[in-house]
């Protein structure tokens, strides 16, 4: 069998060696396409003949696409033949038939392709298609054998079979950060890898359950991926299929049926383990990894107080009414009793992983205690009271620090050289940290807030959360001892009102633009009346003129008729007067002549006139167009003041819901170090320390308690009774997948998308090399296609970018143009068409007038959108443009290049403001994220580098792992 055997060749990554990167790239790796092709597509299984032949003109139209019909098709036949379609083939060009179906191997096609002295395609051709490989041949001569079989359009959505892609291929071609800030996606071979751009959490593969038991995003390498504007959806790009997953904030039920929320809870320190308490009596005991609950009711005699978790010995400490204190074991409910040497009736306790225990009284009496939990006798505590804290109204925290700053790895004992390290919240609003070893008071901080309901410590020490009983949560500096922040921002209000301040001051911008070409337009105006006055004048001078001549030609005339009168009258008396006669004759031929010349004049005279008349038309004609400028001028400023006015009240309406319910009803500290805030109502709202919004949780009832869970869980109990939990970060899942390998939605790879400024529609690029590149737009509310603008370009789309005010949508694409789609109308506006090779990226300035498109012939220019015109060429550079990433509302623009560098440049100039070194190899993707601070960089190694903006440094180098 040959080489390809039942393989389809339509599966090969053409775009890894042409259309990504179709000059430098193209001499490195295109020895290696039989290897790609091989390595990711399955060999198909013993066939019938028809599906073999089938699968041949499958093969060869592939085949074609990929190598031939660049420069053979309908538009562009050269040799008179056409290989996009099956009766080109049959049928031959200017040299004759191009196949022969009785002798397959003489046939003059494979003639041609076999050819050293002029092969085809030739070398070094512009539209970098390369020889056919011997397999390939083989391919096309099996094809001819079995009859030239054509091929239909079910043929060519036959699904090829893959397989996972070979080690060491993992190349990154699309990677995007979310608007958020918070997610980075990575399109790592045939898997998009979620990241947090900090490079401090997780990174987690989207992974398709359809496809198992492969576990990755797409069947091949993923060719496109964009973030929705509220970073909530995310949209990816394979082979024929578009997949959208959307961030998971909705809860997930653990079980039902819990008690009514008690006023008190507690969970275990891995949070395996919760418990809830009231003062009616008994304990509930909840599983929560299991969604198991257990009361505890007969075998207690009073009513629990208080309930601690005690990592140590993986049980609950109790303590009731009365001051006796016990031990429960969760899963056995079995009751030990606790000896102690002093009598304490904690309503609260704490303790840490080293047998530590605060314990606070009603009074706001606080004692130390030391847990002893030997195997072979009773546990006891030893209590001291903290004379340092007379009365509080909170234990906010417990931490055990050794010497060296780090805690110790086995348990405590009341003379370990450790500080315990401890924080309170006394009645008038000031937290106290207190060494409870040496019962000493480290520090107060006097926050002024009387009446605060409780207070989180961070982890490093430095910021508390304070929550008052009435308002929003406080970031305090505990250092500086002042307000930093207030917790009072909605995560979903955040970015839409970002969006909006950038549309009123994108608006206001346009708006002094168009305010100052109109004094420009007005100047017109008085200099076309001024010219029509002046065309007047020099009119009215040449009707005069006319006027004149004609009493000329008139007096002329009379002379004539005087003359002819004279000349009958001499007649009359010829032989009287034969000498007067010949007088008079010659004067009338005198007179004659002068009628003649006053003719001439008055001709002369009406055609001036009549040019003047042309050109006082053409000047009124000029000075109403340049009134009628000034007009429309006047009606666009009033247009888009209207619009301005639009956006600012959109944007007072948003930052009128911009603030969360101002009563906080229970808040826990994720993992992450950030704070999950429920206020009352179906939504958890989560803060970093500073005070940033982070992201919301959403559940199907009234939030009573939260707190933190394992493996990076948020657990919720609501008023219902119901346990729910949250992963957080939340992650994405899959909402929709559209389209299939053998489907034809799209017509090829999904090679380009973009979601518009709005987040309402999501703009889909696609087309096989060398045909054509398609582009449809879907909604974002059910992602249904809601303009089909069919075949925009003549070959792959390869970028896709709307507008910053979403009014325009620039397409780029193989057949080296860029195209400007009104999103009004759905029409092309205009090309803008310059550059020598495929257009691969596409970049819009704030102000929605000017582009950026970066091109494979290595140059980036900036256009005017409203005129078309180049403004500018940046040449010069070392690779092919392959990605662009404007900064912010600035002129500088962020390069990645085939060659492996990245740069920053002015585009106002050209410049090269930095250099971003490290990268290797071509880079394909480039991002900048939200914060501005730093850009990443992706491509054919499938290292993702990141740089700190301000000086170019090299600051992080991700790998992603191949899935197993």
């Known amino acids: 069998m040959p080489p390809y055997g039942n393989v389809p060749i339509r599966a090969m990554k053409k775009r890894t060696t042409v259309h990504r990167a179709p000059n430098l790239i193209l001499q490195g790796i295109a020895c290696l396409l039989p290897f790609t092709t091989h390595s990711y597509l399955k060999a198909g299984e013993e066939v019938g003949a028809a599906d073999r032949q089938n699968e041949l003109a499958v093969q060869v139209m592939e085949i074609a696409r990929q190598q031939c019909v660049a420069c053979h098709n309908a538009k562009q036949a050269e040799g008179g033949l056409r290989l996009d379609e099956h009766a080109g083939w049959l049928q031959g060009g200017d040299s004759g038939p191009a196949i022969d179906a009785d002798q397959p191997d003489a046939s003059y096609l494979l003639e041609r392709v076999r050819s050293e002295e002029d092969p085809m395609p030739p070398d070094g051709n512009a539209v970098g298609a390369r020889r056919l490989t011997a397999a390939e041949i083989s391919v096309i001569v099996q094809w001819i054998a079995a009859g030239a079989p054509g091929w239909k359009s079910e043929m060519a959505a036959t699904a090829p079979q893959f397989q996972p892609l070979p080690p060491g291929f993992n190349p990154i071609y699309a990677m995007e950060a979310s608007s958020d800030n918070q997610a980075l996606a990575v399109g790592h071979g045939d898997t998009v890898w979620i990241t947090d751009p900090s490079g401090q959490g997780e990174s987690n593969p989207l992974v398709d359950p359809a496809l198992a038991p492969r576990r990755s995003t797409h069947l091949d390498v993923v060719q496109s991926i964009a973030f929705s504007p509220d970073s909530q959806r995310l949209a990816t790009g394979g082979y024929r299929t578009l997949k959208i997953w959307r961030r998971q904030v909705e809860a997930v039920p653990v079980f039902q049926g819990l008690r009514p929320p008690a006023e008190t809870m507690v969970v275990s320190g891995d949070g395996k383990w919760m418990a809830t308490w009231d003062a009616s009596g008994g304990v509930e005991f909840i599983d929560v990894a299991r969604g198991i609950a257990h009361r505890l009711l007969r075998r207690l005699d009073e009513p629990v107080t208080a309930v601690a978790w005690e990592d140590g010995t993986q049980q609950w400490i109790t303590c009731d009414r009365t001051g006796d204190w016990r031990f429960i074991t969760p899963t056995e ?288 004609d000029a000075a109403a167009y340049a009134a009628q400028r000034v007009e429309e001028g006047k009606q666009r400023i009033a247009e888009e003041e209207n619009t301005l006015k639009r956006f600012q009240t959109d944007l007072q309406q948003l930052q009128a819901q911009e603030m969360i319910v101002p009563q906080v009803r229970s808040m826990a500290t994720l993992e992450t170090g950030e704070l999950a805030i429920a206020n009352g109502d179906r939504y958890v709202h989560v803060f970093s320390v500073d005070g940033q919004p982070r992201g919301f949780l959403t559940a199907t009832e009234t939030i009573a308690h939260l707190f933190s869970g394992s493996d990076r869980s948020l657990m919720a109990i609501t008023d219902g009774g119901a346990l729910l939990r949250w992963t957080w970060p939340a992650p994405f899942v899959l909402e929709q997948s559209i389209g299939a390998a053998n489907q034809q939605v799209w017509s090829d790879r999904v090679t380009a ?212």
Request: hydrophobic fraction near 45%; glycine fraction near 6%; proline fraction near 4%.
């Open 333 to 620: 409910l079995s009751v030990i009793p606790i000896a102690t040497n002093e009598r304490v009736s904690a309503i609260q306790v704490l303790g840490d992983a080293h047998g530590q225990l605060l314990a606070r009284e009603a009074s706001g009496r606080v004692a130390w205690g030391q847990l002893f939990a030997p195997p072979d006798s009773a546990p006891r505590i030893e209590w001291k009271w903290l004379k340092t804290v007379p009365s509080c109204v909170q234990v906010l925290s417990l931490d055990v620090v050794t010497a060296a700053g780090a805690a110790p790895s086995q348990p405590a004992s009341a003379n370990d050289a450790g500080t315990r390290i401890a924080w309170f919240l006394n009645e008038d609003g000031t937290l106290v940290q207190v060494d409870v070893h040496s019962d000493e008071v480290q520090r107060e901080v006097p926050t002024g807030i009387p009446e605060l309901r409780t207070a989180v410590i961070d982890a490093g020490g430095a910021v508390a959360i304070l929550v008052p009983g009435e308002g929003h949560p406080i970031v305090w500096s505990i250092d500086n001892n002042e307000q930093l922040a207030l917790l009072n921002r909605d995560y979903r209000m955040v970015q839409p009102i970002a969006r909006r301040r950038q549309d009123v001051a994108r608006q206001q911008a346009w708006l002094q633009s168009l305010a100052a070409s109109m004094p420009q337009f007005e100047e017109a105006a008085q200099k076309e009346r001024e010219a029509e006055m002046r065309f007047r004048e020099e009119r009215d001078k040449a009707a005069e003129a006319l006027a004149a001549r004609e009493q000329e030609l008139m007096a002329a005339r009379e002379a004539v008729e005087k003359a002819d009168q004279a000349l009958a009258a001499a007649e009359a008396a010829i032989e009287a007067a034969k000498q007067a006669a010949e007088q008079k004759r010659k004067e009338l031929e005198e007179q004659k002549k002068q009628v003649t010349q006053a003719e001439e004049r008055r001709k002369a005279a009406q055609t001036e006139l009549a040019e003047r008349e042309q050109a006082l038309a053409a000047a009124v």
């Open 753 to 964: 998308l973009a979601f518009s400024p709005d987040g309402q529609l999501l703009a889909v690029g696609s087309g096989p090399p060398s045909r054509f590149g398609d582009l449809k737009i879907l909604s974002t509310e059910d992602f249904s296609v809601v303009h089909d603008l069919g075949q925009v370009h003549s070959d792959t789309v390869f970028a896709l970018q709307f507008s910053p005010d979403g009014r325009l949508l620039a397409s780029a694409g193989a057949d080296k143009l860029c195209r400007i789609i009104d999103t009004t109308q759905w029409r092309v506006l205009r090309n803008l068409e310059g550059h020598t090779h495929h257009v691969l990226a596409l970049a819009w300035y704030d102000d929605s007038q000017r582009l950026l498109t970066g091109s494979a012939d290595q140059t980036i220019k900036v256009w005017e959108v409203a005129t078309g015109q180049q403004q500018r060429t940046i040449a010069g550079l070392p690779g092919e443009i392959t990605a662009l990433r404007l900064v912010g509302t600035s002129s500088q623009v962020i390069a990645a290049m085939s060659d492996g560098s990245v740069r920053l440049i002015n585009s106002d100039d050209g410049k090269t403001v930095r250099t971003f070194a490290g990268g290797e190899n071509a880079l394909f993707a480039a991002t900048l994220f939200a914060d501005q601070k730093r850009i990443a960089a992706a491509g054919q190694t499938g290292k993702v580098w990141i740089w700190n903006m301000d000086d170019g440094k090299l600051s992080q180098t991700l790998n992603f792992p191949r899935i197993p």
